[in-house]
């Protein structure tokens, strides 16, 4: 399975009203929205989606960031979903991201970077189910 990512529309992307612009910007790339629901992370929830970061000295700001309202996880299938949604959000610091990305175009920085998507494919998986059950995949959206 090498088609499908987890987009995070996060809660600055909410905040300032982008959340059109922004699923039009990935529905006009060519992915297609299996999955989509509003949510708000508490800080254990968006530690344990953040583990790996979790020594890092941006640990703090990122669970701050991440809690500060509600966030909209995204499922999201196209061939090659994963490497050609990498592309289509850019570098994770807005300042370095390619034009025409949506970092570039609507981020604020490097930690208020308007949109998450995954690595790979294992952590693609492993990120839908962190939002999605198997049961809602299921009975919600024919997953
Ligand atoms: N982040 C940060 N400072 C950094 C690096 C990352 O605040 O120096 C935040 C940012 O919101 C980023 C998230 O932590 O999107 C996860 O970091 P990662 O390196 O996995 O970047 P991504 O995969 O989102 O591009
Ligand atoms: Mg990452």
Redesign the pocket.
């Known amino acids: 399975m090498n088609n499908r990512t987890l987009a995070i529309l996060k809660p600055d992307c909410v905040r300032k009203n982008l959340i059109g612009e922004v699923l039009t910007k990935i529905t006009s790339a060519g992915f297609t929205i299996k999955a989509i629901k509003m949510v708000r992370l508490n800080k254990d929830s968006a530690g344990g989606f953040?583990e790996i970061?979790r020594d890092k000295p941006?640990f703090g700001?990122?669970l701050d960031?991440m809690t500060s309202g509600p966030c909209i996880p995204v499922v999201l299938e196209k061939e090659n979903a994963v490497n050609d949604f990498r592309t289509l959000i850019g570098?994770?610091d807005p300042a370095k991201a390619a034009d025409g990305t949506i970092r570039k175009l609507f981020a604020d920085s490097?930690?208020q970077?308007i949109i998450?998507?995954s690595?790979s494919d294992e952590n693609a998986a492993i990120e839908i189910s962190h939002f999605f059950s198997r049961k809602e995949l299921l009975e919600n959206y024919g997953l």
């Open positions: 953040y970061h941006f700001s990122l960031y570098a994770t490097i930690t970077n998450h998507g690595d």
